[in-house]
């Protein structure tokens, strides 16, 4: 049988662990996002952030954790269009790790690229520069990543 006491003290210490206020790290604001992936606001390039990698992470889970930091983090619209300016690579903000790179202020140049994208192209990619979903397409389908299967039934 479970110690009680034990899986309480076990209880609060994961609650605890799962603190999403702003840790700074060279300027740049921290996030954890609802699927418990790391976004970083980079201090240096206003509305551009970085979502780190995750062990098990494709894809949609980036763009959920962009989706999250827009609405949850920074308070914006569901509507907000979500850019990706750069795909998984070396970090610009946090030396050693790796991230993609998303904006809510798109550059000229990231623009045109998104307008050079087909409008058949439906995939949630890391791969193409410019691609871009709103807001509250990419969180629809959110799951945590730590605990990918619900314990309460509906």
């Not at 009680?4 to 799962?18: D, G, H, P, Y």
């Not at 308070?75 to 070396?90: E, F, H, Q, S």
């Not at 994208?117 to 949630?124: E, G, T, V």
Request: with cysteine; aromatic share 10%.
């Amino acid at each position: 049988m479970i110690n009680l006491r034990a899986f309480l003290l076990l209880a609060v210490s994961t609650v605890a662990a799962c603190d999403t206020s702003p840790v700074p790290y060279n300027g740049a604001a921290r996030y954890a996002a609802i699927n418990q992936m790391s976004v970083w606001r980079d201090p240096a390039v206003p509305g551009q952030f970085e979502v780190f990698t995750l062990a098990g992470a494709g894809p949609i889970d980036f763009w959920c954790a962009a989706g999250d930091y827009v609405t949850r983090g920074r308070g914006m619209a569901t509507n907000a269009r979500i850019y990706l300016v750069a795909p998984v690579g070396p970090s610009t903000i946090k030396s050693g790790s790796r991230s993609a790179v998303f904006t809510v202020l798109p550059k000229d140049a990231l623009q045109q690229a998104a307008s050079s994208i087909p409008q058949s192209d439906y995939s949630l990619s890391l791969i193409r520069v410019g691609g871009n979903w709103r807001a509250a397409h990419v969180t629809q389908n959110c799951k945590s990543l730590l605990f990918p299967f619900s314990i309460l039934a509906d």
